[in-house]
């Protein structure tokens, strides 16, 4: 399984909260060994598309490797922290971004010789508050009830937990308190109702409020 070690304690504490037993790095005897880690990812993931939380973004100044770079650039950098990369930036306090780099997964090639980037960390549970942590495990609960259990009712009743019922959902339920809680207070991301994956587990399997 590639889930780091903080995210299997994510995932193992969702699977508690289920009655299973806690799964193993390297676990193949595990009910969750061979889907767990796809549908820990789909529920953080769909978390993150409902709110723009406060802790989603750093910017940090990216690493310079002595290595050659690709596509005939002069400096090839590498972000000293993990996270997707978001914005380039040729200073800390710039507010353009800038253009002449190219990203290979998580190195930058360029001619400029100092970079900054932004990198989401929203994704990564030690950058988690208390209550965002709590709020993850729950949702990743939701997101693996039904796989896990076969239970319909079961899942639906974690998803409203979690999430609300119609018209509220996505925003009732705990993730309501949550982002009453997150110190930025901003709107977030739009969410794609049509094309998510805990709506559209909910409607396979008949959770559409009446």
Same mark, same amino acid.
């Given at each position: ?73 002069? @400096?090839?950098?590498?972000?000293? !922290? ?5 914005? +380039? ?5 710039? =507010? /353009? $971004? ?32 208390? @209550?965002?942590?709590?709020?993850? !495990? ?5 997101? +693996? ?5 076969? =239970? /319909? $009712? ?57």
């Amino acid at each position: 399984m590639a889930l780091l070690q903080d995210e299997l304690d994510i995932l193992n504490a969702s699977l508690v909260s289920l009655g299973e037993r806690p799964m193993q790095s390297e676990d193949p005897g595990h009910p969750a060994a061979e889907w767990g880690e796809e549908l820990y990812r789909k529920s953080v993931d769909f978390v993150l598309t409902i709110h723009t939380f406060s802790i989603g973004t750093v910017r940090v100044q990216l690493a310079r490797s002595a290595d050659v770079p690709n596509l005939g650039y002069a @400096y090839k950098f590498v972000s000293p !922290i993990r996270g997707d990369i978001v914005a +380039i930036y040729d200073s800390r306090d710039a =507010d /353009r $971004v800038i253009k002449g780099f190219a990203v290979f997964e998580r190195e930058v090639h360029s001619d400029f010789d100092t970079l900054w980037a932004d990198i989401s960390v929203a994704a990564l549970p030690k950058n988690w508050p208390g @209550y965002m942590r709590a709020l993850m !495990i729950e949702a990743v609960a939701a997101g +693996i009830t039904y796989t896990l259990t076969g =239970d /319909r $009712v079961l899942q639906r009743d974690k998803v409203a937990q979690v999430f609300g019922q119609d018209p509220v959902f996505p925003n009732g339920g705990l993730m309501a308190s949550v982002k009453a809680r997150d110190s930025q207070q901003q709107p977030g991301a739009r969410l794609q109702l049509q094309d998510n994956f805990m709506t559209d587990h909910r409607e396979a399997s008949s959770w559409s409020s009446q």
